[in-house]
């Protein structure tokens, strides 16, 4: 919403000179926070946990995708980067190759490119085909013994090319992974809140079918502050309290995040920023593809709201 937005600034000063404690103590901008938060989501997400960073919900989203499953494998894309906890450099291939490989447990699908990737948009049905791809890792896992917890996934890959899986990927990849026992987590870190334009949540571009069982924010959803969530369903978080260990986070969800949360999302709303998304994104991509027609060097311009990828080859 942009550096030093007044609105922000205001909302944290004022909360800060009145009380900032933990989530153990009970505050009202923690619940109303939460009320407004599920209000942009699907209704099935009911359940939300508050955090400091991207990375923390990511990892609590590995936890809470396992303690439901009891399974452990996780299925990520090819390029994948999900945060900088040892837990998800070990599901981020972007990461661990340059480190210490691949982990058993870990399993690699390709990303839905359909400009440079296994199937392109020549190709008959490119959807069946890369939700086909992970249906058969799957079914490798399974002749090994393993059992998959989670299909952990960038709702649009960013460190991967700045991808836009086509429409209906998720619902077929989905119904692979419930089939299997699994969860979908969708990671709208880097792509929630607006970004994409026509929809505040990146995986609703898939359809209004589809629904994950798990969503990660962080970025923007601070702006600048440290500040994350995961939100999930009823079913799932039950799973995660029945172990008798509650999950508790000594500065995730303090009145003075939550002051600062509201207040973005009221600035969202109030700057009308998701029309300014599609209208900046459409204005930015109808000049990249302009540039494209003159210079060879651009092979594919694609993207949605102000999430845009301009992909260069030789």
Known sequence: VGH???????????????????????????????????????????????????????????????Q??????????????????????????YKFRNLEGQKEWVHVAPVPDTYRGLYRED???SVTAYADEVKN?????????????????????????????PA??????????????????????????????????AFQLQGEDFIPDIVTMGKPIGNGHPLACVATTKEIAEAFAATGVEYFNTFGGNPVSCAIGLAVLDVIEKEHLQAHATEVGNFLMKILKEQQIKHPIIG???????????????
């Open 4 to 66: 030093c937005h007044p609105d922000i600034v205001k909302a944290a000063h004022e909360q800060n000179q009145l009380l900032n404690t933990n989530s153990r103590y009970l505050h009202d901008n923690l619940v109303d926070y939460a009320e407004r938060l599920s209000k942009t989501l699907p209704e099935k997400l009911c359940t939300f946990y508050f955090l400091n960073s991207g990375s923390e919900a990511n990892d609590l989203a590995l936890r809470l995708a396992r």
């Open 68 to 93: 439901y499953t009891k399974h452990e494998d996780v299925i990520v894309l090819n390029h994948a980067y999900h945060g900088h906890l040892t837990s998800l450099i070990d599901i981020s291939p």
């Open 123 to 125: 190709h008959e049905d």
């Open 137 to 165: 890792i799957i079914e490798h896992a399974h002749k090994r013994g393993r059992k998959i917890a989670a299909f952990f996934v960038e709702s649009l890959p960013s460190v991967g090319g700045q991808i836009i899986p």
């Open 168 to 201: 209906g990927y998720f619902q077929k990849v989905a119904e692979h992974v419930h089939k299997a026992g699994g969860v979908f987590i969708a990671d709208e870190i880097q792509v929630g809140f607006g970004r994409v334009g026509k929809h505040f949540w």
């Open 300 to 314: 594919d311009v694609r993207g949605c709201g102000l999430f845009i990828g301009v992909d260069l080859i030789k």
